[in-house]
């Protein structure tokens, strides 16, 4: 089921990359992932969009203010900036389930926290288009995203902050996650500046 | 443009008033507490009169509901400003587009209890100096638009009055103006886009800016920059 929710957003109008960034689309999209995960798991949501364009400003904001300028950091800023996305939805919590199946397994994340999957569902949607898109590479979802128990630990954690939804939508998409400052996008520039400043050791032990 | 340009309404737009006036009484019939002890304390023969005029306005309402899927059906550009300001009848349809636009924002903000008029905002746009003049942009003139529509009381309690308008209707007027002016211009793809949904994610990401809208209100440079800004974010 988990495969299936992850459709293709898409919209040949313009790349991804520069469509999410309006929020006419944001809103079309996001709308498209709900009725898709409500089709398939009979869950009821209620929306309010102010608190969804709340969300994308707020991400918007965000997306701008860090974007890089090295071209080596375009991939990887697609990830962050998934993240990110993750991070404002969690924060402003636009969606309402109203309604799930008598019976519903609760072991299913789809279940067990229906605004969540919706949200980490749409965010890695969005990423995983956009790598497509601009970078050619096939689309995915670590084991991870299915195991409950990460469920638990996620909902728990992004409940005191938010910001570990960066961290845990890495963990979701197969990335490895940074756990210390998830928020704070490190450039590659970093990665080729640190031999000149520390001992390789120090760097490969840090890994 | 000369005074009498700007004071005399041409024929199609008296048709404006005609409207407002059966949607308002309509809406006060419907919408108004003071007046149900009023209806229930009629005799019965004046109570089965208040039920036939209550009916003719109800056609009458049919009416400009038609008119209002109409508008739905109109290509986009119809209520993109770009397109108004240099079509033969700008005020009309503008205030044909503010006046559903106006109502879509009130409602979706839980005021249902406020009205707009499309004849006060025919005025707003006719008394806005310089629309069209070229050389101006248009969010600067979407931005002084928004600010005539809520100077002439373009929508409240009772439009083109003050009567009723305390500080949230004003408020929500501000908020609902800039919502409009917003989602007038916006670019559109004639072919693509849905003109309701378009102006249901203005009203939404204006909502979520209040602070910041109102806080600009009296400065138009500030408010142009923001209505600039928003209209490429959407």
């Not at chain 2, 002890?37 to 209550?54: K, S, T």
Request: aromatic share 8%; glycine share 8%; with cysteine.
């Amino acid at each position: 089921m988990t495969g299936q929710a992850l459709q293709q957003v898409d919209d040949a109008a313009l790349p991804i990359r520069k469509s999410v960034r309006r929020l006419r689309w944001f809103r079309t999209s996001f709308s498209d992932q709900i009725d898709k995960i409500a089709a398939e798991t009979g869950v009821a949501y209620r929306l309010d969009g102010q608190k969804l364009a709340a969300a994308f400003l707020d991400w918007l904001r965000g997306f701008e203010a860090q974007k890089p300028g090295a071209p080596q950091d375009r991939r990887a800023y697609v990830g962050f900036a998934a993240g990110m996305m993750l991070r404002m939805l969690l924060r402003h919590r636009p969606l309402t389930a109203t309604a799930q199946p008598e019976g519903a397994d609760k072991t299913n994340p789809a279940y067990f926290w229906p605004e969540g999957y919706v949200y980490v569902a749409y965010c890695l949607n969005i990423r995983s288009a956009v790598l497509e898109q601009d970078f050619h590479e096939d689309r995915r979802i670590a084991p991870a995203f299915g195991e409950i128990r990460n469920w638990w630990s996620f909902r728990e954690n992004v409940s005191q902050d938010p910001a570990l939804g960066v961290a845990f939508l890495d963990l979701f998409a197969g990335d490895a996650p940074d756990w210390v400052t998830p928020d704070v996008f490190q450039s590659r520039d970093f990665g080729l500046m640190a031999p000149r400043f520390y001992d390789r050791r120090t760097i490969e032990a840090d890994g | 443009m000369s005074v009498s340009d700007i004071l005399l309404p041409n024929l199609r737009e008296l048709t404006l008033p005609a409207r407002d006036f059966a949607r308002g009484v309509k809406h006060a019939l419907g919408h108004s507490r003071r007046l149900a002890p009023v209806r229930d304390a009629l005799p019965e023969p004046l109570r089965g009169f208040a039920r036939e005029v209550a009916s003719e306005i109800e056609g009458l309402a049919g009416v400009a509901r038609e008119g209002v899927a109409l508008l739905q059906r109109y290509t986009a550009a119809r209520f993109g400003l770009a397109e108004i300001v240099v079509c033969p009848e700008p005020a009309l349809r503008f205030a044909e587009a503010a006046r559903y636009g106006l109502e879509a924002a009130v409602a979706r903000m839980g005021r249902d209890d406020l009205m707009a008029s499309a004849t006060v905002a025919a005025i707003a746009y006719r008394t806005s100096a310089s629309l069209g003049e070229p050389g101006e942009r248009l969010p600067r003139a979407a931005a002084r638009l928004a600010v005539a529509l809520v100077q002439h009381h373009a929508v409240g309690p009772a439009p083109g009055t003050t009567l009723g308008l305390g500080v949230d209707e004003t408020q929500t007027a501000m908020l609902a103006g800039f919502a409009v002016m917003l989602w007038m211009t916006i670019e559109r793809d004639a072919a693509r886009e849905d003109e309701a949904g378009l102006l249901v994610v203005c009203i939404d990401l204006t909502l979520s800016l209040a602070g910041e809208i109102t806080a600009a209100w009296m400065d138009p440079d500030r408010l142009a920059t923001l209505m600039a800004h928003y209209a490429d974010v959407v």
